[in-house]
């Protein structure tokens, strides 16, 4: 008689752990979690006739389930966001996961230094004519030239505006790319849960 409500006990002071792991999580969400994981155990403890402790067991500590959880939340979140930032956190997180992590995170990087140089050039341009612009030389196109210009300028009047719009393509080229590689990962990470 005494054992059967130490098992419930064991439930309930590890789901309490993981709800203090969980705590920076919403309300709802932690607590539509803690039901999932609530019936996860029952449904092992009818269906496999398992003892509490190896289901518990198989579930992992309560602090490692919570970060897989809030990993999970914040891939779903940041696939959704158009905002740079979020998306390159996401990315920097999930590139220490493995190949398909650090494909997102170099794809991020790539882009959003490419309109971060583009940027950059369209800003610097009114400071440094003479060094920044598209100067067509013997040795090819080139971007900026410093201490001088090498060859002649091409499209001087559509410089900055042309910067302006690779920037944003960049931008924008980037966060679409980065969402989508996170909608497959997430769905990939899924089905192998």
């Known amino acids: 008689m005494s054992a059967s409500p130490s098992r419930p ?5 590890y789901l309490t752990h993981l709800n203090a792991a969980l705590l920076r999580v919403p309300r709802v969400e932690r607590e539509d979690f803690l039901k999932e994981i609530r ?6 403890l009818e269906q496999q006739g398992a003892n509490i402790p190896e289901v518990l067991a198989g579930l992992g500590q309560p602090e490692e389930l919570a970060q897989q959880f809030l990993s999970e939340c914040s891939l779903s979140k940041s696939a959704r966001s158009w905002s ?7 990315a920097t997180r999930w590139g220490l996961t493995g190949v398909q992590g650090f494909a997102m995170f170099f794809v991020g990087v790539i882009g959003y230094a490419f309109a971060f140089a583009f940027y950059a050039c369209a800003v610097l341009k009114p400071f440094f ?20 210009a090498h060859g002649h300028e091409v499209g001087a009047p559509w410089f900055i505006p042309t910067m302006v719009v690779l920037g944003f393509f960049s931008v924008a080229g980037t966060s679409v790319a980065l969402r989508a590689m996170m909608r497959k990962f997430a769905a990939a990470r899924q089905r192998l849960t």
Not at 39 to 44: A, G, L, W
Not at 84 to 90: F, S, V
Request: hydrophobic share 45%.
């Open 84 to 90: 740079p930032w979020t998306l390159m956190k996401a």
């Open 129 to 148: 004519p003479r060094n920044v612009g598209f100067y067509l030389s013997s040795q090819g196109l080139s971007l900026a030239n410093f201490p001088y």
């Open 9 to 13: 006990d064991a439930i309930e002071l």
């Open 39 to 44: 019936v996860h155990i029952f449904e092992k």
